[in-house]
C-alpha cells in the first residue's frame, strides 16, 4: 500500500490543523492505520492508531483530547484533526499501516511496515 500525507504547516500555538493520509489499493479496511511523529534530534513516536472499523482509537497521553483520529474506509484514508496545538507538537508526522491481518490496533512503531513520506506540522508559540 501507498502512503502520502498532506495537511502540515504552520500554525501559531493554541490553533488547529488537520492531517490526511490517502492510501492507494483496495485492501485500505484491511489495516490498522496510525500516525506517529518525528521532531528534530527525537526518536519517532506513537500518536494516535484507529483499527480498521474505526472503532477502537489510541492515543499517546499528550494528545488526548486534542487529537482525534478517523478513517473514511469508502474513500482509503485516515485523518487527524489537531486542536489546540502546542509548540511540543513540532515534528513531521508520518501515517503508516499495519498490513498484519487479524492483529488487533498496536501502539508499537514496529508494527507498522508501510509508511508515508511525512508531513511537516510547525507550532510557533
Known amino acids: 500500500v501507498q502512503l502520502q500525507a498532506s495537511g502540515g504547516g504552520l500554525v501559531q500555538a493554541g490553533g488547529s490543523l488537520r492531517l490526511s493520509c490517502a492510501a492507494s489499493g483496495h485492501t485500505f479496511s484491511s489495516f490498522n492505520m496510525g500516525w506517529f511523529r518525528q521532531a528534530p534530534g527525537k526518536e519517532r513516536e506513537f500518536v494516535a492508531a484507529i483499527s480498521r472499523s474505526g472503532v477502537t482509537t489510541f492515543y499517546r497521553d499528550s494528545v488526548k483530547g486534542r487529537f482525534t483520529i478517523s478513517r473514511d474506509n469508502a474513500k482509503n484514508s485516515v485523518s487527524l484533526q489537531m486542536n489546540s496545538l502546542k509548540p511540543e507538537d513540532t515534528a513531521v508526522y508520518y501515517c503508516?499501516?499495519?498490513?498484519?491481518?487479524?492483529?488487533?490496533?498496536?501502539?508499537?512503531?514496529?508494527?507498522?511496515?508501510?509508511w508515508g513520506q511525512g508531513t511537516l506540522v510547525t507550532v510557533s508559540s
Open positions: 503508516a499501516a499495519d498490513r498484519a491481518l487479524y492483529a488487533p490496533v498496536s501502539t508499537l512503531f514496529i508494527r507498522y511496515d508501510s
